[in-house]
């Protein structure tokens, strides 16, 4: 396996304090992992703030199969770069940086060529991929340092509360890269179909492209929330009248929940050639009836994260606008509680570990 081939630039091998996981039945404990030293084309970066994203614990806890321990989750990353080698141009020490859930491609196929990178057959994520640099897997952010290639690390706006700006690296480009493929701009009629982690942050693309933003959601206790993040109305699902009154009205709708639900009540709010994307991930096959999708020419598609390009444009809308995630800063040493809450959905919206805290350690 080429994997393990020795590379000059492991020359430079490190350890790097982190939170790993032994098994799918472990919690997340203090560990020391091997980080190749910054090759060429690499930034090296001293992580300040990680964002817990639901996809750390459904690969920590392996429920999604395939998960390589131990295992160190984090791909909502911002930090500080403290070296870059010889032929990187974008960063230099003490910027801040950021690096989301891709860390590596081919760089040569279609989908790269043109800036997807969440695309490429070959693409490396920040956790549990095979690292071609160290062989076993990459470890991703709950940890003090990282070493990215450049091209897949993005620039983060001087404005942005770094520990807020963290979680924009999945939460908001999951939810800004089809707001902006589906064409949400202003006059727009705009759904969003949960408000968590993800939603949040969609209520807060769909206001600042100027959007009218309504958002679907089962608790009443979400309305004044939902209209402070920039929501201009809220719809209660579990009163059928209240959703009614919307039919044929959606130029498109965004859903965010990952549980199983009924999807053929939102298609039927969508006006002629509207769009219903998913980017919550159902464990089921969700049950769609064709009629709501022919009456009207409406669609259905998926969206998952977005390319460098668009990501670094989101970071950047995010600086004009000001916006950051709503986040519960959180020491690493509760990340294994936090894991619990965000089960329950008691988290508003995003939990930020701040990696101070794993210095101390
Ligand atoms: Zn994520
Ligand atoms: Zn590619």
Redo the contacts with the bound molecule.
Sequence with gaps: MSTTQIRPEESGQYSAKAYSAASATSPLAPATIPRRGPGDDDVQIEILFCGICHSDLHTVRGEWGGTIYPCVPGHEIVGRVVSVGSEVTKFKVGDIAAVGCIVD?????A??QEGF?QF???IIGTYNSPDKQLGGMTYGGYSDSIVVKEHFVLSVPSNLDLAGAAPLLCAGITTYSPLRHWGVTKGKKVGVVGLGGLGHMAVKFAHALGAHVIVFTTSPSKKQDALRLGADDVVLTRDADQTIKHAGSFDFILDTISADHDINAYINLLRRDGNLTLVGASPKPFAVSAFGLLLGRRSLSGSPIGGIPETQEMLDFCGKNNITADVEVIPIQKVNEAYERMLKSDVKYRFSIDMASLRED
Excluded: T, W
């Design positions: 491609s081919d760089r040569a196929c989908n790269c990178e490429c057959p070959n």
